[in-house]
């Protein structure tokens, strides 16, 4: 059964500065998702990671994967406030037949002036 | 740009009361998807649906929860007797493509739920 883990929970960033969040999967898993969760709405698709050392890169956020290691990456670079948001990585459970998504329990991001 | 829409924003009921939460998935998309985010945790998933049938549901998804694809546009959620734990945000998803391609899901805006 797939977990995923992601790491910090919570962080407070200062305006300017650079962070990774980590995200770590149990088992086999050739795709990695990230979305990001305003206060009370939906979750916003931010990437899809489709093979080992893929990177994509939008605007502030970038996005690695490495299958190897059972580890995704989102960089963080120059925080700006608007980017302050819950964000969360998902596995694909490939386990059944349809994909279904298993979440990391998300890292809440606050960006402070 | 097309979207997953769902209805109502916000359902109240009693506990023990019977609630259909409504999806009009992507038109074109054929994998169809609910998940729930009880307040300040993870989403999770729920069930599956392609083809008119469930493929996977979890072990949250027990008997008093079902779901149907009354016709070519909607996909609902029931509960069929609510309790006070099944109050949660319920997302409903759907993708173009299952498990063997590019499978991205697309999250309607919710639907969330209280149980009195």
């Known amino acids: 059964e797939l977990k995923v883990e992601q790491n910090p929970l919570f962080l407070s960033m200062q305006e300017g500065k650079n962070y990774t969040i980590y995200c770590n999967y149990s088992?086999?898993?050739?795709?990695l998702y990230w979305y990001r969760q305003d206060p009370g709405k939906s979750l916003e698709s931010l990437f899809v990671l489709l093979s080992n050392g893929a990177v994509k890169q939008e605007g502030r956020l970038m996005a690695s994967l490495d299958t190897k290691a059972r580890l995704s990456t989102l960089h963080i670079t120059a925080a700006v406030h608007d980017l302050s948001a819950t964000y969360f990585c998902a596995g694909g459970d490939y386990g059944g037949s349809q994909g279904n998504l298993i979440f990391g329990k998300g890292t809440k991001l606050s960006v402070k002036p | 740009e097309p979207e997953v829409t769902q209805t109502p924003s916000h359902q109240v009921t009693q506990m023990g009361q019977e609630v259909i939460l409504r999806c009009v998935p992507i038109s074109n998309h054929l994998y169809f998807y609910w998940y729930r985010q009880i307040l300040g945790q993870k989403v999770e998933f729920l069930v599956s649906f392609y083809n008119n049938e469930i493929s996977e549901k979890s072990e949250i998804f027990d008997d008093q929860f079902s779901v149907e694809r009354p016709d070519g546009s909607n996909f609902t959620l029931k509960i069929r007797s609510t309790k006070l734990e099944d109050s949660a945000m319920y997302f409903c998803?759907?993708?173009?493509?299952?498990?063997?391609?590019?499978?991205?899901?697309?999250f309607g805006p919710g639907t969330r739920l209280t149980v009195l």
């Open positions: 998803a759907s993708s173009g493509a299952g498990a063997r391609s590019y499978n991205e899901q697309f």
């Open positions: 088992t086999t898993s050739d795709r």
